[in-house]
């Protein structure tokens, strides 16, 4: 089934499964898209929750111009922060800083302005394996009994990057792991999300959830181990295979994802991606999020909260000048 918009654009939106994901057809994301492309990628994008565009020959300037179409650019990372350079961007690569991601989670949950999308490049790939999958966790909170749905409705939940997504499986080494978690930030969060732009409730826990406000540790645990059980039914699920050039956006304020660790493998294999991503959406969202805290000794400090390099400029991408690009 595809879902051709009705007018002059070539944009093709081929659902992937069920309820997450969905392939972009006639779409150059090397090129800044005109208004009404940006709006139907959008709008495949709030109701699939991941969209994926293949062959996209992007470098960085482009990758960035095209994702400012899509709102407000944050720096790259608030830990790692950005190359250098290239300050918007992370890159991701599993053979340098040893860093995975195979532990379901929403991105950056313990800033209290996550980003609201994500776009991820790839530009190395492994002979075999490295899938990503991604969860719509909308459909997941609609389809909670109705006595755990209200449970949800009610619970405030502390996000930390010293959580259960920085355990042992996150890095090769101890040193990757302690050097993630230096510096402590903390969020706090509903468990339930409205979506701003779509009104949805989607379930917000992964990962970085710490700590129920109100429950004893334990129990608090337990309600995050039930609620996450459900969030990843393969029911709810899209599972991507990488080919170089493929771009991946999605919603972050819907959705949760993991990357398959390979099997280590001599020499190392692993994906070589890029990302980068619009944020804030703290911004738009009408609900409350308390303050993270900012790391000991924080003075100058980039969107993320994270340490400027010397002379690093903090202005988001797309408010700087020359990057007005988007064509309306
Ligand atoms: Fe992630």
Redesign the pocket.
């Known amino acids: 089934m595809s879902e051709t918009l009705p007018d002059r654009l070539a944009v093709d939106v081929r659902p992937l499964a069920g309820n997450a994901g969905a392939e972009i057809l006639g779409v150059d994301a090397s090129v800044p898209p005109d208004a009404p492309t940006t709006a139907a990628v959008r709008a495949a994008l709030l109701e699939h929750k991941v969209v994926f565009l293949r062959d996209q020959p992007l470098d960085y300037d482009s990758q960035v111009a095209f994702a400012s179409c899509f709102g407000q650019v944050t720096l790259g990372h608030p830990i790692y922060g950005g190359l250098k350079g290239q300050p918007l961007m992370r890159e991701m690569d599993s053979r340098g800083e040893g860093t995975r991601?195979n532990h379901w989670?929403?991105?950056?949950t313990y800033l209290q302005e996550p980003p609201s999308l994500?776009f991820l490049h790839n530009k190395v790939n492994p002979p075999l394996g490295g899938d990503t999958i991604w969860a719509n966790t909308a459909s997941a909170y609609a389809s909670l009994p109705g006595g755990l749905r209200r449970l949800a409705d009610g619970l405030r939940v502390v996000h930390s990057n010293d959580s259960d997504y920085t355990d042992d499986t996150y890095s090769h080494t101890g040193a990757a792991r302690a050097a993630y978690v230096t510096d402590v930030f903390e969020a706090e969060h509903p468990a339930v999300r409205v979506h701003p732009e779509t009104g949805e409730r989607a379930l917000l826990v992964g990962g970085f959830a710490h700590v129920v406000m109100g429950y004893s540790p334990a129990a608090g645990r337990d309600v995050l181990r039930i609620l996450q059980e459900y969030a990843t039914r393969p029911e709810h699920t899209v599972r991507w295979r990488w080919a170089v050039g493929d771009l991946a956006i999605w919603d972050n304020q819907a959705s949760m994802?993991y990357?398959l660790r390979l099997r280590e493998l001599t020499p190392p294999t692993r994906a070589c991606d890029r990302?980068r991503s619009p944020c804030g959406w703290g911004r738009r969202a009408p609900q409350r999020t308390a303050s993270w805290r900012r790391p000991r000794g924080s003075r100058d400090r980039g969107m993320f909260g994270e340490p400027l390099e010397q002379g690093q400029d903090s202005t988001p991408h797309s408010q700087r000048k020359g990057h007005d690009s988007c064509r309306t």
């Open positions: 991601a989670h929403t991105d950056l994500a994802h990357a990302r």
